[in-house]
């Protein structure tokens, strides 16, 4: 039977925007000891927006520009990112402004930590990063510019790139102080996108380790070497948005989902669901958790 207290502390974690699925839960998190974090939608705000176009003649074009080469690549990519759910793909599409025609796009593949490949108007359309191209042995340039790099290229042929910028939630450095205030040991942010992205959100965040450039089976990998490597009472929170992650929201002790930017299929599969998206409600999760088991540390 669930002790009467552990009712007062889900009541009151509701009550701050923190849905705990059950007393095990409430009890695991007041002995969280590694908090993972996947980081777009996560730590960062998961809503891009296009800073720039590099066709591949030469030259970066701002989006607002108007330039036609500048929309004939958004075209390209929107066409192919129609039907992904992505936040990437929202941005892109936002960008090319206007609905493509979905009858023009047949064959979409997207593959997680790699993009998308789809006929758009009868040609092989990727969009994706460099293991993407890599893949396909595609040459993509360096891009001299911070963000997530969207390379593109049509019929094996490189077209171009589109740099997209994400920005860090308000909340996530105070998130990550008040977890370790909270007594948790190691925070960690896994992602799939590029070193040079992950190592500038780390540092900004001041996350103990940050691994990216990571396929959603290597996630799992590292969840497992860190339950491998925390003491045996201390339990391990991974939280994401369910994109590309929901594996790890699995494996782990309590798996932590976004409600509002979260897949339903992340709300049903967590144990716990933060319903503002803001990771500092994990801290107070954790604290109403520590108060109502007087755990202390
Ligand atoms: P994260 O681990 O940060 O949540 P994901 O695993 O969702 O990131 O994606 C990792 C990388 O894979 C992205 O940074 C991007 O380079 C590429 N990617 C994934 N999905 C798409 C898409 N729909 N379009 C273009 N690139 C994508
Ligand atoms: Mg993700």
Known sequence: ??????????????????????????????????????????????????????????????????????????????????????????????????????????????????GVSAQVDGKLVLAGNRRLMAEHKIDAPEIPEAGTVVYLAEEGRYLGAIVIADRVKPDAKRAIADLKAAGVKKTVMLTGDADAVAQAVARELGLDEAHAELLPGDKVDQVERLLDGKSAKGKLAFVGDGINDAPVLARADIGIAMGALGSDAAIEAADVVLMTDEPSRIATAMRISRRTLRIVK
């Open 1 to 114: 039977s669930i002790p009467l207290g552990f009712f007062g502390g889900i009541g009151g974690a509701s009550r701050r925007g923190v849905l705990i699925k059950g007393g095990n839960y409430l009890e695991a998190l007041a002995r969280t000891e590694v908090v993972v974090f996947d980081k777009t939608g996560t730590l960062t705000e998961g809503k891009f927006a296009v800073s720039a176009v590099y066709p591949a003649g030469g030259g970066r074009l701002d989006p607002a520009q108007n330039d036609p080469a500048a929309a004939s690549l958004l075209e390209r990519a929107a066409c192919a990112e129609v039907y992904s759910n992505h936040p990437i793909s929202q941005s892109i599409r936002a960008a090319y402004g206007k609905q493509p025609d979905e009858t023009r796009v047949t064959d979409v593949t997207e593959a997680g930590g790699h």
